[in-house]
């Protein structure tokens, strides 16, 4: 069991910027996200957008501010489980929380706080009618662990950098490597476009494009190939055969199984009470971010800071009941890293006058 | 009663219901945030790349002869990744409302 002060659900730039908030308050923080690496929104649909309205960033991309916020927080030894989707939540007899995710990691915490934007992403799934009778049988949407399609026969599909890029990867890792895309053309960066050009001039890459997959074949235990479709001046179908199947279409946001957690849900966002500290109507369980929704609420990055700021200091109450905390600034008070680590202002020095 | 500045559009939401809106042409808005503005498509379900043709939720079927901006190569790649695509496919977020669009009648594509 995973042990903590507050726990985050979602790794976005608000529940990153929580950790830092909670972190001056001596506040632990452990942060669950259903993505493979931190950064939510910014650092999987557009790490390459510029955003305008951070402050003191008259522009900034979304994957470096990511990155910022990241390390920013870094001092204060956050708990990661990523790749996990916070599935459940129970109340505790003294009041605290357990969550445990899709794949059984348990979370205690006194404190949760759902900083989860539009929801958990959850991969795009092609309209292939017996797709999900493949999953974990073959059909993966998602990479995590490269090495088990070491020597295995590989079809992946998709025209965006994704597709192109694990192409490129496994084409070092599998046996074989066939990408199908609807089109000629591709979406990815320049450089990797041409990279998986010189991989099919080399024959490292097997490349059917404009084509789709239609079907999927293979028993109940596994995928033996995939049915393609391939269009041109006469339509054709084929089979390949292949081991792993591996469609990348982009995730979509869902709310997720946070939506049966008791909340008080109002057009697919969490409502909260925005006069006081952003807490749902289970006490102790806070919204912060996109995900919350309240009379007056604009769904800014800027404003997740601002409500994760305030979330935490009813948070700090929550957990030292009574006990007085005092707002102080950090050009006054300097920061005290988790890991030993200092930072204050440097002392002005005043020069003795005889 | 519309502005001026308004334009008569017809959006068939995902339940089929047709909605002859006013459209303003005045705001800097594209048919996306059209759609948000009038809650055609619950929150989280329409836009939800902010309007960057990176996630085709806002993708819909062009049902009128209105001549429209050509797509760019930012949506026309997205629309070849886009599931339930169409030939009269668009992404809302790439068509910026002008008086020119009056009469305009759109579909919205499925969520997916």
Known sequence: MISTDILIIGAGPTGLFTVFEAGLLKLKCHLIDALPQPGGQCSEIYPKKPIYDIPAYPEILAGDLTEKLIEQCKQFEPGFTLGERAETIEKQDDGTFVVTTNKGTKHHAPIVAIAGGLGSFEPRKPLIPNITDFEDKGVEYIIKDPEIYRNKSVVIAGGGDSALDWSIFLSDVASSITLIHRRNEFRGHLDSVEKVQELKNQGRINLVTPAEVIDIVGDDTHVSGVTVKQSGEEDKEFNIECDYFIPLFGLSPKLGPIANWGLEIEKNAIKVNNALDYQTNIPGVFAIGDVNTYPGKLKLILCGFHEATLMCQAAYQIINPGKKYVLKYTTVSGIDGFDGTRKEAPKAVVKKIN | ?112
Do not use: W
Not at chain 2, 40 to 59: D, H, N, R, Y
């Open chain 2, 1 to 112: 009663m519309g502005n001026s500045q308004d334009i008569k559009v017809t959006i068939i939401d995902r339940e089929g219901v047709s909605h002859n809106i006013d459209a303003p042409t005045d705001m800097a808005m594209n048919l996306m945030e059209v759609v948000r503005a009038y809650e055609l498509a619950p929150e989280g379900t329409i836009g939800v790349c902010g309007g960057m043709a990176m996630c085709a939720s806002c993708q819909c079927y062009v049902l009128s002869d209105t001549e429209l901006p050509e797509k760019q190569d930012d949506e026309d790649a997205m629309l070849s990744e886009a599931f339930y695509v169409k030939d009269n496919s668009r992404l809302g977020c790439q068509i910026q409302m002008t008086p020119e669009m009056n009469g305009l009648k759109v579909e919205l594509a499925p969520e997916s």
